[in-house]
Structures are given as structure tokens and as C-alpha cells.
């Protein structure tokens, strides 16, 4: 995935395209994902390396 395309992945800009099993989705995911984090106080990105794939990560803070 490249640079343009990660820095959209968590946004509505996001640009769906067909899955490993050739299923069709609309994006809202990643966003989803994002918004329930951020509102936990966590935190989510993603790091890409060309044509090698990519990797999301999800770090929460440590409960109480």
C-alpha cells in the first residue's frame, strides 16, 4: 500500500477495493475501528512496506 493511500486509510476518503476472497467492501472499518479507539483513548495506525504488505496496530492505555 502506498504512502497516499495509508495516509486515507482511516478517513472516509478511503478508497474500498476487493478482498483475499474477492469480497467487496465500503471502507468503514478501519474508520470504525479508529473512532471506538480514540474514544477508549487508544490509538491506532498502520505501516505499510511496498509490495510487502501492511500491518495495523491498536495500543490502549493499561487499565487501572
Request: with cysteine.
Amino acid at each position: 500500500m502506498g504512502t497516499d493511500k495509508q495516509a486515507d486509510l482511516f478517513s472516509l476518503q478511503a478508497q474500498s477495493t476487493f478482498g483475499t476472497d474477492n469480497e467487496k467492501g465500503v471502507g468503514l472499518g478501519p474508520l470504525l475501528c479508529k473512532e471506538f479507539t480514540e474514544l477508549q483513548g487508544g490509538r491506532v495506525w498502520a505501516e505499510s512496506v511496498s509490495n510487502e504488505g501492511i500491518a495495523c496496530f491498536v495500543s490502549m492505555p493499561a487499565g487501572d
